[in-house]
């Protein structure tokens, strides 16, 4: 027989830690139906063979069974409509007056419930006394002390509530309400639910005593019934003067003092405790800021700049590139040979002469190429040169042209430069491996292709992000699970709460700068899913890592290289963020009642390695999972649009395709007009776009310096600015695909940015022509109505705020 | 009506009743500030909100304007 048991408790009681404890490795993550909550369920350890299975479900951390919040109805509909076997209920003993306040809840369900109080460790520590069995007899069921961290009653703890689940026994909630209360209460269960299960009837009684509207949507009554037990409703309000939903809770935590006294004798009141001591200077009004700053200061440089962009660099140069040299054996000899090697052939005085020369005729990329010199950089070099040589050697009729000067071979590469591969211990990478394997066994060029390019090339895409997740989700989880995460949303609420975003936003923004995947995916730490699609929606406005080279293509080919063309990248991601924050707002999917931020503060304390190292894991592995799929699927799909397609009228495959042939330069040719408007309506521009989605650095592959030449500069950023903001890349839309857990809110999402930087491309190029003389009064009809619609929407009054006050005054 | 809004930093009060409506107050009551009930109010958030306040023992935090439902004596 399959015995289904639901794991419930409030948030911080240590219920990861008791879920993991319970289930060892058996479990599966995912997310409860079309909504953002994440669901996870495990087979317990030892009963995970076939004719006594286990099933342990987790539901999300509650405080209550309230209507309110999406944790709290999907437990309450898990709880009624799946009916488990048994309930866990899981109390933090630390903190036991407002724990009890779920369990007399859950005993209300006639589900047979066991409770498990966590941290008993800490609560004798304390020199704390708690007296299990009267708290057993006052509740009606079984208490067990446990320490989830110390395993600690763990064993005890299932043995018993698979007796629990196996006996079936219905259980009865011993607490009683207010004599009114219970009155109108039996009348209920009278009028309206005298043929429902007898052991549901107590719980559907209070909530509509409470008049839940779930629930009395969920029973189907008609209006007659509804204003018959309205009555009884009414005049036990007007006997305890409050309205039933605050008397139920009152009398509930009444109750609860009432039972506390007895069972629990506290030793040291009034004393500092540790959190009480760390709060002093953590949340302390004038520090608080500078050691967020310093937090997440580590947090970016760590994720994102050094250890992230190293593992990075690995994953795309190393294991989905040329190869890498293991444990860094043999690199700082290569790097020797590679310096040598320059400075004899590459760094020589004439090739610096003609740089400087070619630099000051302001000649694009010289610049660069110059400074690569001067820090004798073969690497930087041989980049930069790959990048900007044609331009130098066909500007004024080769003037400045280097290429005599450097020993090329055949091919344009550095004849007789030293090969990493055969310095130290060279590890080839997956490409290399998977090229030599596929010619060895004469494999048709398009397969050849498909597989490298198309499949391989794909799944680098969605791993080559995965090991910066891994060094982020480290930092994330152990943020969330030592109490600083909340902190975080304490001190930044003020801010954010205006752009319709959560204190928590700022991660996901801070580490999209760095990259978008990793950034959509630390919107997990949010617990309001309406502050949390907005995350999702605006995090990769934010200019990614990505979207540097763009930048820095249009600022060199375009602006000279101008010093304000990055920042105000940058200023136009921040700004994008707050637009659309206070627009979104107000939309209809956005509208309604504003979330309570009603937060509690948890204790600080150190998580285990272990659970921060499965939390790690467990997202990771659900995006390359759930976002993987996509990834792959797009990456061959544009793979297959860049090498079919049609030359001299006949349909063919080739690897080195003219993109103007291929079928995405013909699906391109078909969309550039949709381009005009914003100034950049040709066809490269059109294919770059498109190559974006790919990835964002793409957008310069396609784009050479050279194809500038004509293109304004109000063009050239508005080109920018559409690149900057619209559609992410495929990786990050998986991203968004996995965190949204539904296609219609991954659609809006992805729609609305598209939308949107077209928007902010138009009224650029329009609104910027009319202003330097070049006026088209259509397109700037266009920009100015859109602007004044943008406007319109930013002081639009916020309905749902002003009901707010009403409310909070009335 | 003096609302712990209007209540200083240090200070304990007692509730006197919760006014408003709907998921904003159901969540309060929740969270232990019910009728009665002692809350001491602990610190301001940097930026002068949220408040963070002790009640039944553990450590919360609310906005200021949702502050303003909550009566006390």
Redo the contacts between chains.
Sequence with gaps: MSIKIALAGNPNSGKTTLFNALTGSNQFVGNWPGVTVEKKEGKIKGHSSRDDEVVLVDLPGI??L?P??LEEVVSRNFLLDEKPNAIINIIDGS????NL?LTTQLVELGIPVIAAVNMMDIVRKNGDKLDTQKLSKELGCEVIEISALKGEGINDLIERAIGVAKSGKRMVAQHSFDGSVEHALAHIEEAVLHDMPENEQRFLAIKLFERDEKVIERLNLDSKIISHIETDIKSCEDELD??S??II??ER??YIASIIGSCYTKRNRGKLTV?DKI?KIV????L??PIFAIVMIIVYYVSVTTVGTWATDWANDGLFGEGWHLFGIGSSEYDDAASEYAENKIFLPEIKKALEDANKAGITGADELLTTVKEKDFGAFEEAYGSYGEELAVKENGKYDIAPMLPLDEDGGFADAPDPSEYGVWVPGIPVLAEKGLTAINCADWLQGLILDGIVGGVGAVLGFVPQMLVLFIFLAFLESCGYM?RIA??M???F?KFGLSGKSFIPMLIGSGCGVPGIMASRTIENERDRRMTIMTTTFIPCGAKLPIIALISAALFNGTWWVAPSAYFLGIAAIIISGIILKKTKMFAG???????????YHLPTIGNILRSMWERASSFIKKAGTIILLSSIVIWAGSCFGIVDGIFTFSSDMEIEDSILGIVGNAICWIFTPLGFGNIKAAIATIMGLVAKEEVVGVFGVLDFEGMTRLAGYAFLAFNLLCAPCFAAIGAIRREMNSPKWTAFAIAYQCVFAYAVSLMIYQIGNALTGSLNIIGLIAAILVAAFMLYMLVKPCKSADK??I???? | MQTLKDAGIGQTVKVK????????????????I????EVHIR????????I?VTV????????K??S??IEIE
């Excluded at chain 1, 949340?283 to 004038?286: I, S």
């Excluded at chain 1, 409310?807 to 009335?810: E, G, L, M, Q, Y």
């Design positions: 405080y209550s309230s309110y919040t903190n036991l007056e407002r306040y409050d309205d939903e605050s809770t009152s935590y009444t959190t709060d949340t302390n009004r004038w608080a800021l909340a304490f001190i609420d003020r801010i709460r009642d504003p979330a309570p931020f009603v937060m509690e503060l948890p204790a707010l006050k409310k909070a005054k009335a | 009743r919760l006014h408003g409506e709907g998921a904003v107050k159901r969540r309060i009551m929740d969270m232990g019910t009728k009665g009930v610190k301001v958030a940097p930026l002068g909100d949220p963070e039944r023992g553990y450590e919360l935090s609310l906005r304007a949702d303003e439902m």
